[in-house]
């Protein structure tokens, strides 16, 4: 989770005070690092296998969106190759880091629920860390 946030801050970098002709593109990017992270958080409260797949898919399809943006904006020449290579590290981390989590839930729900702790209402401690 604290690499998709880094992202977030990332891309908000690099796409800060942009020219006009760059505004709409700029609000993709932004828009789609947030879901990385809103995706993983929301779907890491849901207590079914099956639900927290599915948000962590959408994670994984807005990281497709946001390279998609990032590598138009660079060839297009609105932002340089070090503000590109900048968020695309972080982003390429975090891409990994949710393949990994979907490949191991995948592998460990076998059709069942998983066992969640978390309940509505709880107070969150330092021990409800959200994964990645």
């Not at 006009?20 to 828009?31: F, H, P, R, T, W």
């Not at 880091?97 to 460990?108: A, D, F, R, Y």
Request: aromatic share 6%; with cysteine.
């Amino acid at each position: 989770m604290n690499d998709a946030v880094t992202l977030y801050a990332a891309t908000c970098k690099v796409y800060t005070r942009p020219a006009s002709e760059l505004k709409k593109v700029a609000s993709k990017a932004i828009a789609e690092a947030q879901n990385i992270f809103s995706n993983i958080s929301e779907g890491y409260c849901r207590t079914g296998s099956t639900d927290y797949l599915q948000y962590l898919n959408i994670a994984l399809a807005s990281s497709v969106e946001l390279h998609s943006c990032l590598l138009s904006s660079l060839l297009a020449g609105q932002i340089t190759e070090g503000q590109f290579n900048a968020v695309n590290q972080i982003l390429y981390r975090t891409e990994n880091q949710l393949i990994k989590l979907i490949e191991s839930l995948q592998g460990n729900s076998n059709g069942k629920e998983l066992d969640s702790t978390f309940a509505i209402g709880a107070k969150r401690t330092s021990q409800h860390k959200i994964p990645i």
